[in-house]
C-alpha cells in the first residue's frame, strides 16, 4: 500500500518513525518548512523518502505531487493546516487523520498539552465517554 504522511513536530516524526519500522511503503513526507531543528529531513533522507514542505498545503504543487506518488493512502499526523477537499479525494482508500487526543473535547494545536491539563486518564475518560 503506498502511503503519504502528511505531518510535523514530535509526534508527527514519531508516527512515521514507526510505519518506517514497520516496513510500510511510505512514498511521500509533506511537512512545513522548517521553523526550527526538525527530524523530518533526517527521517525522509534515511528511507529514501519524498519529502516535501510547502508554505501550505492548497498549494497548486502539492496537488500534482500528491497526483504522481499515487497514494492508495494519506495519514495526517498533527496538522495544523487543513488539506483542501482535492487532496483528501486522491488517495484510493482516502485520508486517515490522526489527532493525540479526544475529539472534539480537545481539538487544535495544543490537544495533548490540554488532555494533561485537564486530567484526562483512560479512567476518567471511560467515565466521560459513559
Known sequence: MRIIVVGQGPFGEKVLEALIRRGEEIVGVFCPPDKRESRWPFLAGQSALSLVQPSHMKNPEVH?????????????????????????????????????????RHRGASGINWALIMGDTPDRLNRLLG
Open 64 to 104: 500534482d505531487t500528491f497526483l504522481n506518488l499515487r497514494p492508495d493512502l494519506v495519514i495526517e499526523a498533527f496538522v495544523t493546516d487543513i488539506l483542501p477537499e482535492k487532496l483528501l479525494k486522491v488517495p484510493s482508500l482516502g485520508t486517515l487523520c490522526y489527532h493525540p487526543s479526544l475529539l472534539p
